[in-house]
T-cell receptor, first 115, second 110 residues
Framework: DQQVKQNSPSLSVQEGRISILNCDYT??????FLWYKKYPAEGPTFLIS?????DKNEDGRFTVFLNKSAKHLSLHIVPSQPGDSAVYFC??????????????FGKGTLLTVNP | NAGVTQTPKFQVLKTGQSMTLQCAQD?????MYWYRQDPGMGLRLIYY???????DKGEVPNGYNVSRLNKREFSLRLESAAPSQTSVYFC?????????FGQGTRLTVV
């Protein structure tokens, strides 16, 4: 039973446009959400996170939106750049993301930004 | 500051052979994790250690064992490798919020 779902395996956008990556979750105990970016042959790297007490968190070109009632979050990248081309993983945890609580990942979305 | 270091980076095993994947972190994190990544499957948790001296099963623990040797080191052992264990393995250390990953070990079992 998949608790974190990324239903789009891939997404292609033009440079300069907005990229929107979506993620849904089923476990009501999740209260901390993260996005990771992964390039080929490298480990995932942390991008941005959001606590369930917020509905938006912004960091430069990256914004994460959380809709708790719908159990849905999205990552917006504006403007998209070719260097953003990577696999993006959505992850969730409970216990407010505390150090002992494991992360559950989605299957990932491959973003391709075309010049 | 290396963060999370995994060894080896690449390994080819024959079916039935054993090996240990090593992981060390220098970020003083209490929690450490082993994930595997397979095409179309995302990152799946194999085992984790919430603190030194404790280990727990994750989503896909069968065929694996782990040892939390000390706060820095968390190793993953395959006692009798099978082709289904061909994958990329990632170790991570987790602080209060996000996890930090190593570069991965690409394992092929033939």
């Amino acid at each position: 039973d998949q608790q974190v779902k990324q239903n789009s395996p891939s997404l292609s956008v033009q440079e300069g446009r907005i990229s929107i990556l979506n993620c849904d979750y089923t476990n009501s105990m999740f209260d901390y959400f993260l996005w990771y970016k992964k390039y080929p042959a490298e480990g995932p790297t942390f991008l941005i996170s959001i606590s369930s007490i917020k509905d938006k968190n912004e960091d430069g070109r990256f914004t994460v939106f959380l809709n708790k009632s719908a159990k849905h979050l999205s990552l917006h990248i504006v403007p998209s750049q070719p260097g953003d081309s990577a696999v993006y993983f959505c992850a969730a945890s409970g216990n407010s993301g505390g150090s002992n609580y494991k992360l559950t990942f989605g299957k990932g979305t491959l973003l391709t930004v075309n010049p | 500051n290396a963060g999370v270091t995994q060894t080896p980076k690449f390994q080819v095993l024959k079916t039935g052979q054993s090996m240990t994947l090593q992981c060390a972190q220098d970020m003083n994190h209490n929690s450490m994790y082993w994930y595997r990544q397979d095409p179309g499957m995302g990152l799946r948790l194999i085992y984790y250690s919430a603190s030194e001296g404790t280990t727990d099963k994750g989503e896909v623990p069968n065929g694996y064992n782990v040892s939390r040797l000390n706060k820095r080191e968390f190793s993953l052992r395959l006692e009798s490798a099978a082709p289904s264990q061909t994958s990329v393995y990632f170790c991570a250390g987790k602080g209060n919020t996000e996890a930090f990953f190593g570069q991965g070990t690409r394992l092929t079992v033939v």
